[in-house]
């Protein structure tokens, strides 16, 4: 292995230590309570690690928000919708697996102080579903329809992850994904086709 594979293979293992020294934390603090020292601390990282990763706490929660961005979006990728009951129900479940594992976007969805990761990833999503669906044939609906239903199932889909997550997730996975899946395929599904 060449010194540069080793630098970058010891970087990426610090940036995963702090990231779950991180949610680690989250389950046992606020998230503004959570200061450097906690995290290098559950991180097993000297402090000098962690400022060459990140400027701060907010610097990190930034690149946490980004993160799991970049992984709804990945999970939205693998999503190509179609009338079949099994294949909605798998990716809801999936994403509902995604928020009971994943303690930051957890804690936002219960949380009031998610309002700036929410509109940042309501943005994304939107632009993202609207791309999708111009390359689909919804020929008797207006642009300005299918873009208040896109809205409205990215709405109601956080809606309930939301309360599912303010409810410490009591509820099963498997039923809260049959509850989106039954709302995407009698709402936007039909929209679409």
Same mark, same amino acid.
């Given at each position: ?7 970058? $293979? ?17 389950? $046992? ?6 200061? %450097? ?41 693998t ?22 594992? =994943?303690?930051f976007?957890? =804690?936002l ?9 929410? $509109?940042? #990833?309501?943005?994304m ?12 044939n ?6 300005? $329809? ?9 709405? #109601? ?10 409810? =410490? ?5 498997? %039923? %809260? ?17």
């Open positions: 292995m060449t010194q540069e594979i080793q630098q970058d $293979e010891r970087y990426h293992v610090a940036d995963e230590a702090i990231y779950d020294a991180f949610f680690l934390l989250l389950k $046992e603090k606020d998230l503004d309570k959570i200061t %450097v020292s906690d995290v290098i601390k559950k991180a097993g990282v000297v402090r000098s690690t962690f400022y060459n990763h990140y400027e701060n706490i907010p610097a990190l929660v930034t690149a946490i928000e980004d993160k799991t961005i970049d992984d709804i979006f990945s999970l939205m990728a999503f190509h919708p179609k009338n079949d009951y099994e294949m909605c129900q798998s990716y809801f479940r999936t994403i509902c697996d995604y928020t009971m594992t =994943n303690p976007l957890a =804690n969805l219960s949380s009031p102080r998610g309002d700036a990761f929410f $509109e940042k #990833s309501i943005t999503l939107h632009r993202y579903v609207a791309k999708v669906m111009q390359s689909t919804a020929s008797h609906h207006s642009k300005e $329809e299918i873009s208040y239903m896109i809205a409205c199932t990215i709405g #109601s889909t956080i809606g309930v992850l939301h309360k599912w997550s303010r409810e =410490n997730f009591q509820t099963p996975a498997q %039923v %809260v994904a049959g509850i989106l899946t039954q709302a995407f395929m009698s709402g936007m599904l039909p929209f679409m086709s």
